[in-house]
C-alpha cells in the first residue's frame, strides 16, 4: 500500500500513483459537433450531420515494477507477525538486488488500506522506509570498518583494547553492552563493540569520516522514483567535532532512511560500488512498444573488489556462533550481516532513552556472490518481549 500509494478522481495521491500519475492516467478522447441554438445537428457541406473531429481516449502507459510479489509477501508477512510479537509503533523492511540497485521488496508497518485511504492517518500513509529518518546505530560500524581496510590504516589481525567495557575520553564515557579486553579487528564488528569501532574509526579522522558517509550516498535522497524521500542528516563538515569521530563510529550524530542503508551496505558487499535504487523495471504503450527498460545506474565505487570481499567475510561470522546476529542464520545459504540496536532521544529530557530502541538488521547472501540485501528496522519494540 505504501508503494503503490493510491488515486481518486483527481489522479494518484500517493506512492507510484503519485509519481508516475502523468503516465499512467492516459488522454481522455472527444467528439466535437457543429449544432444550432436549438442543440440540433447541423448538417456538413455533403448533407450529413456528423462529428467534425474526433479524438479516441488513449490509456495510459503500462508499468511494471521491480518488485518480486514472493518477497514482498514474504516481507509484509514477516513484518505483520513482529507486530504482534513485539508490539513495536513502526517497522520496516527493504530487500534489494545488489547488482543492479532494483527493489525487490519494500513494506512498512502499520498499513492501510488504499481503496480506503481517506480512513487512514497520516502517520499509517507514510512510506517510512525512504521518509523517516533514524540514527542507525551498530549497523554503521561496517563503514568505517570498510574504509579503515580500504585506506590500509589497520589490519584484519591486529588487536584493539576495549578498555573491558568501559573507556573515558575526556568527559565522556563510552561503554560496550559486554565488557571485552583485546579483540582482533574482526571481532570488533562481529562482537559489535562499541569502544572498538571508536579506535577504528579514530585512525579515520574527523575528515575522513564526513567524506566516507558522503561517499556511501548518506545525507543526499537516492533519487527513486518515489514521492516523499528526504535527505537524511549529515551536519556540515565546519559542525563536526574529534568527539563526532566516536560518536559516528557507533551510528550517532548521524540521520539516515532504511533505503540509504540498505543502498549502502549494497555497495560494501557487491564488490564496492554504490547503484541508484530503482523501482520500475519497464514502461510500455498499449500497442505493447518498450519506451523505457531498467539499466543499472552505478553512482561511483566506493571501496575496491579486495575491501568488499574482505567485508562479506567479516560480515558472515556475525551470524555464526559468537557473533551479535545468530539468530539470523540461515542454513540454506551462507549469509552475513550486521545488527543494530539504538536508544532514541527522549523528547523529554533531549537525552537518550533507556527504555525506548529501534532494532535492525542488515543482511545479505549469499556470501560468496551476493545477490540480496535485506534491511528490517523495528521501532520501539516492546522491552518485554527482548528489543534486541
Not at 118 to 132: G, L, Y
Request: glycine share 10%.
Amino acid at each position: 500500500c505504501h508503494l503503490i500509494g493510491w488515486s481518486n478522481m483527481e489522479g494518484g495521491m500517493e506512492g507510484l500513483e503519485l509519481e508516475l500519475n502523468a503516465i499512467l492516467r492516459g488522454t481522455p478522447g472527444y467528439v466535437r459537433y457543429y449544432r444550432d441554438a436549438a442543440r440540433r445537428l447541423i448538417a456538413l457541406h455533403d448533407g450529413a450531420s456528423g462529428p467534425i473531429d474526433t479524438q479516441p481516449p488513449r490509456d495510459g502507459l503500462a508499468v511494471t515494477m521491480t518488485i518480486d510479489a514472493r518477497i514482498q509477501q514474504a516481507a509484509e508477512e514477516e513484518l505483520a507477525r513482529i507486530h504482534e510479537q513485539y508490539g513495536p509503533k513502526s517497522a520496516t523492511c527493504v530487500v534489494m538486488d545488489v547488482s543492479s540497485g532494483a527493489i525487490l521488496a519494500m513494506a512498512c508497518t502499520p498499513a492501510f488500506d488504499p481503496n480506503e485511504a481517506s480512513k487512514a492517518a497520516p502517520e499509517q500513509r507514510r512510506n517510512r522506509v525512504i521518509a523517516d529518518i533514524y540514527e542507525p546505530g551498530s549497523t554503521f560500524k561496517t563503514f568505517a570498518a570498510a574504509m579503515s581496510l580500504e585506506k590500509k590504516l589497520w589490519r584484519r589481525n591486529e588487536m584493539i583494547d576495549c578498555e573491558n567495557g568501559a573507556w573515558k575520553i575526556g568527559y565522556r564515557t563510552l561503554h560496550d553492552s559486554h565488557a571485552y579486553g583485546l579483540l582482533s579487528f574482526d571481532n570488533v564488528i562481529v562482537k559489535s563493540s562499541n569502544i572498538g569501532a571508536a579506535k577504528i574509526a579514530g585512525r579515520l579522522g574527523v575528515g575522513g569520516l564526513y567524506d566516507m558517509a558522503q561517499l556511501f550516498g548518506f545525507g543526499l535522497a537516492t533519487g527513486i522514483n518515489l514521492p516523499g524521500e528526504v535527505n537524511g542528516r549529515v551536519r556540515p563538515r565546519k559542525s563536526w567535532t574529534h568527539d563526532s569521530v566516536y560518536s559516528v563510529a557507533m551510528g550517532h550524530e548521524i540521520g539516515v532512511t532504511p533505503l540509504q542503508l540498505a543502498a549502502a551496505y549494497a555497495a560494501v558487499v557487491n564488490g564496492g560500488v554504490l547503484y541508484r535504487p530503482k523501482i520500475v523495471q519497464r514502461i510500455v504503450n498499449d500497442s505493447g512498444e518498450e519506451l523505457y527498460t531498467l539499466h543499472p545506474q552505478p553512482m561511483r565505487r566506493v571501496i575496491s573488489e579486495q575491501t568488499s570481499q574482505q567485508m562479506r567475510e567479516i560480515l558472515a561470522k556475525v551470524v555464526e556462533p559468537g557473533g551479535t546476529g545468530t539468530k539470523a542464520f540461515c542454513a540454506e545459504y551462507a549469509i552475513g550481516g550486521k545488527t543494530g540496536t539504538t536508544k532514541k532521544i527522549d523528547p523529554l529530557t533531549k537525552t537518550y532513552s533507556s527504555t525506548h530502541y529501534i532494532a535492525s538488521f542488515c543482511g545479505f547472501a549469499p556470501v560468496e556472490n551476493p545477490r540480496l540485501v535485506c534491511l528490517v528496522t523495528v521501532d520501539e519494540p516492546h522491552k518485554s518481549t527482548g528489543y534486541y
